[in-house]
């Protein structure tokens, strides 16, 4: 199977200064990723290379088993995007006709049966609705477009804690459902370790450890002793 993500020392810099660097990762096909780091370590920057939204400077990177150039191979991966991924003056149904106008593979109905389930007024802007269903709107819009590989830069950090379990949970289901491959970013692990089977743990733009979950928390756990839930 191909893999979701490879990277060989791949760097990216801004003016003089590298805002990722000395990054190599091999994630085999099928996974959760998270990718979790302090500010400023370099998540949006790798998001960014993944989606050929940004070139690097140094290294290679390869998603879905090409590099992310070229009208065909982008269509396969969906972004969704830090800040403002939903247009505030725009209606929940306008940006499902927009994102129909705009995308060639688009799943009008997979858009229409989550904004049902999830209760969204069609006629209800964007800018008129909670941060939650804000970014429900934007996961919708995300998955209509029916990536396999969709990858989402802390969705979540603006959330208070239901939001992000409902958030996140809708996403876990969604993965299941669709097949898709998720590459998700967060500056808290609490948000990836129960949502995302894989963690690369970036800090200070350099990954400072990369594995599946269960094996890292495995080592976590040895290291500190049990883990108490509150
Ligand atoms: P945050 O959690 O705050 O979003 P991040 O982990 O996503 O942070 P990046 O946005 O990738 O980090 O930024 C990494 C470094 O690169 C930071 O020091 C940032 O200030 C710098 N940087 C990001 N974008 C640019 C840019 N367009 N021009 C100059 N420097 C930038």
Same mark, same amino acid.
């Given at each position: 199977m191909t893999a979701v993500l490879q990277a060989q020392d791949l760097g990216k810099?801004?003016?003089?200064?590298?805002?990722?660097?000395?990054?190599?990762? #091999?994630?085999?096909?099928?996974?959760?990723?998270?990718l979790v780091?302090?500010?400023?370590?370099?998540?949006?920057? &790798?998001?960014?290379?993944?989606?050929?939204q940004l070139a690097p400077t140094s290294g290679r990177i390869s998603v879905l088993g090409g590099p992310p150039t070229g009208q065909a191979q982008l269509a396969r991966v969906?972004?969704?995007?830090? #800040?403002?991924?939903?247009?505030?003056?725009?209606t929940v149904d306008e940006h499902l006709?927009?994102?129909?106008?705009l995308n060639p593979g688009w799943d009008a109905a997979l858009a229409r049966e989550r904004i049902?389930?999830?209760?969204?007024?069609?006629?209800?802007?964007?800018?008129?609705?909670?941060?939650?269903?804000?970014?429900?709107?934007?996961l919708t819009l995300g998955l209509a477009k029916r990536p396999e590989l969709l990858v989402l830069d802390e969705p979540v950090a603006a959330l208070d804690?239901?939001?992000?379990?409902?958030?996140?949970?809708?996403?876990m289901e969604a993965t299941a459902e669709h097949e898709l491959s998720v590459?998700?970013?967060?500056?808290?692990?609490s948000d &990836?370790?129960?949502?995302?089977?894989?963690?690369?743990? &970036?800090?200070d733009s350099r990954v400072r450890l990369a594995g599946e979950v269960d094996e890292l928390l495995a080592t976590h756990h040895r290291l500190t002793g049990p883990r108490r839930d509150p």
């Open positions: 810099k801004y003016g003089r200064r590298w805002a990722l660097r000395d990054c190599t990762i #091999d994630i085999p096909a099928g996974h959760v990723v998270g780091g302090p500010n400023g370590a370099g998540k949006t920057t &790798l998001l960014k290379l993944a989606c050929g969906g972004f969704v995007a830090q #800040d403002t991924p939903t247009y505030t003056g725009l006709r927009l994102g129909a106008r049902d389930r999830l209760g969204l007024d069609p006629g209800r802007r964007a800018g008129r609705l909670s941060g939650g269903e804000r970014a429900q709107l934007a804690p239901l939001a992000r379990r409902e958030f996140l949970r809708g996403l590459l998700l970013s967060s500056h808290l692990v &990836l370790e129960r949502t995302c089977d894989y963690l690369i743990v &970036l800090v």
